[in-house]
């Protein structure tokens, strides 16, 4: 799948403009704060259906200007596609393919993406909601009933939170807490069978990458973590549900006085080992690194054995962080699909791919 043209109206710093992509490997050059990254996350939002900086709609809006619009021609499951996104702050985003009407969640059914930034770097060193984020990035767009699972999972926490918080100025809360508690156990269990499933193909997938990419032999092991109750992430949801339930029982007062949610699927956790030592706890940067790398193109292969299609891998100024050796490798394993690429000078980048080069400077692309 590709993106083989794009127009922006109104989005960012972009007042009007309209690129062509090469199937290939695109180069996307510039001083920072020229709008490389912002171009990417328009590829982004058209899998998505939202941006990966920012939770609001509205910040995407360019100053001055009173809506956004994406349109972009596609080309995924052997046809041309057109995705439109209309923006307007104070109002729903307006999706449309092919001129229907479709949800965000369901524009994963015509394009998939994989993102890599500067912060993935972190991946393994930095806190559970980061390897979260991965989880719930990647199974949405494969899997499109897990994003309607997870936007019901953040509501029911949501307000199962403002009750433990609120409940010594409103006593009465407490008489619907049992409530959201058990509709969240519900949900968790549901979530919690489709992160194992797709835990255990991402260490498949990743565990040769990364044995290839390290040079020395290194074994890399991906292990999912969740409720202590949960003996078998694999089992049927209503089984993880009961073993959820215990655990929120052992913990509602717990959660009282502390005024915090203790039991769900916001507690989950991926444990990445090298040679079957915790990467975040004894692992050099080079290795954390290279195993960051290995786990998001790993992500890229699930997508292809699912999709038949490679999805559009986007590399946001993450190659400047990386040494030559790294490079070379991520370099010489993203053929087969369209990558976009963002570097504040091309470095010699599209030499090495046969890329095209597209030069960003104030919102304008030449």
């Known amino acids: ?45 058209l899998a998505c259906g939202r941006s990966f900086r920012t939770r609001f709609d509205r910040e995407t809006v360019g100053f001055d200007f009173p809506n956004a619009e994406i349109l972009a021609d596609v080309f ?41 930034c500067p912060d993935d770097l972190n991946l393994i060193k930095e806190g559970a909601a980061v390897r979260r984020r991965l989880l719930d990035n990647a199974i949405s767009q494969i899997r499109p009933k897990y994003a309607q699972l997870l936007a019901e999972f953040n509501r029911l926490y949501e307000h199962k939170t403002r009750i433990l918080k609120d409940w010594r100025d409103k006593p009465d809360l407490l008489d619907t807490l049992d409530e959201f508690s058990d509709a969240l156990c519900r949900v968790s269990a549901q979530l919690i069978r489709y992160r194992a499933a797709f835990t255990a193909r991402l260490c498949e997938a990743a565990t040769p990458i990364h044995k290839e990419f390290s040079g020395e032999g290194e074994e890399l092991r991906i292990r999912y973590d969740t409720v202590s109750t949960v003996t078998d992430p694999f089992a049927p949801a209503k089984e993880i549900y009961y073993q959820i339930c215990e655990h929120q029982e052992k913990h509602r007062q717990a959660e009282i006085d502390s005024e915090q949610c203790l039991t769900g699927a916001h507690k989950d956790d991926l444990e990445i080992l090298i040679n079957g030592r915790s990467a975040r706890a004894f692992a050099s940067q080079g290795q954390t690194r290279t195993a960051a790398l290995s786990v998001k193109l790993a992500e890229r292969e699930i997508f292809l054995d699912e999709t038949g299609e490679y999805p559009i891998l986007l590399l946001d100024d993450v190659l400047s962080e990386l040494d030559d050796a790294r490079q070379a490798f991520v370099l010489n394993r993203i053929g087969g699909g369209q990558t976009l690429i963002t570097c504040c000078e091309d470095e010699g980048i599209s030499n090495r791919t046969g890329g095209k080069v597209l030069v960003v400077e104030k919102g304008r692309i030449r």
């Open 1 to 45: 799948m590709r993106v083989d043209r794009i127009a922006l109206n109104g989005w960012r710093n972009y007042a009007w403009e309209t690129v062509e992509f090469d199937p290939g490997t695109n180069v996307i050059t510039g001083s920072n704060a020229q709008g490389k990254t912002n171009l990417l996350e328009a590829v982004y939002m």
């Open 76 to 116: 995924s499951h052997d046809r041309e596609q057109t995705i439109q996104i209309r923006l307007q702050p104070g109002q729903g985003k307006k999706i449309a393919v092919n001129g229907a009407k479709k949800t965000a969640a369901e524009l994963s059914e015509t394009l998939n993406v994989v993102l890599f």
